[in-house]
């Protein structure tokens, strides 16, 4: 059982430039999450997904897109690339909020770093 | 909007020692969350407490919600050099799919 995988899990990105991290899942969640972590703030949410076809902006969106055309995946798209936009990225899936024992699982992560 | 605020933001203790954090929210949970992560790794899911008052434990660590459900506390006994790494608490954050994490406490376990 593979759980979460992204991909990459490294990458250096030139300013301007663009990139996809991709997530897929086979658990068969519903719900997909993208984090991006940064020393000393913990994790801040980008976009999540409650569905194929559904996104729906976190609170950090700006700068990112996503898709969610499959249950299993759900990639992450950075169109210009900026300093800011370094940080750890996490993918993450869970069954719908709120029901008993419907924790988040988490991807190990990549790291991005804008030049 | 809700908060969680986690402390301390960090602690080194001495291995076979006891330790505490704690993880305060500004609003009433309805999900709590402990996740431990290790450096360079993903976050990896220890328990989740729901009702107030409930108390979950998992080989030397025990989690609990106080029974205003404001407050969950998480306590490790016997600390070991395994122990370390970066403990997080998270929560619903009151609408669907939208979860919110503290900053994390960073706990260092001294052979």
């Known amino acids: 059982n593979a759980g979460v995988t992204q991909t990459p899990k490294f990458r250096i990105l030139k300013i301007g430039q663009s990139m996809t991290l991709q997530c897929t899942q086979d658990?068969?969640?519903?719900?997909m999450y993208w984090y991006r972590q940064d020393p000393g703030m913990g994790l801040k949410l980008i976009y999540y997904?409650?569905?194929?076809?559904?996104?729906d902006k976190g609170e950090v969106p700006n700068g990112y897109n996503v898709s969610r055309s499959t249950t299993e995946d759900f990639p992450l798209r950075l169109e210009l690339a900026a300093p800011s936009q370094t940080s750890v990225y996490f993918c993450a899936s869970s069954y719908p909020t709120g029901q008993t024992n419907s924790p988040l699982h988490f991807g190990n992560g990549t790291r991005l770093t804008v030049t | 909007s809700q908060e969680l605020e986690q402390s301390p933001q960090s602690l080194i203790v001495q291995e076979g020692k006891n330790l505490t954090i704690n993880c305060t929210s500004s609003?009433?949970?309805?999900?709590l969350y402990w996740y431990k992560q290790k450096y360079g790794e993903g976050l990896i899911f220890l328990m989740m407490l729901q009702k107030g008052g409930e108390e979950k434990s998992h080989e030397k660590i025990t989690a609990k919600l106080d029974e205003k459900k404001q407050q969950s506390s998480l306590h490790i006994t016997a600390s070991q050099p395994s122990h370390a790494g970066i403990y997080l608490c998270g929560a619903d954050g009151g609408s669907q799919g939208n979860l919110i994490f503290g900053k994390g406490t960073k706990l260092s376990v001294k052979p």
């Open positions: 609003k009433t949970l309805y999900g």
């Open positions: 658990m068969n969640h519903n719900y």
């Open positions: 997904s409650v569905g194929a076809g559904i996104t």
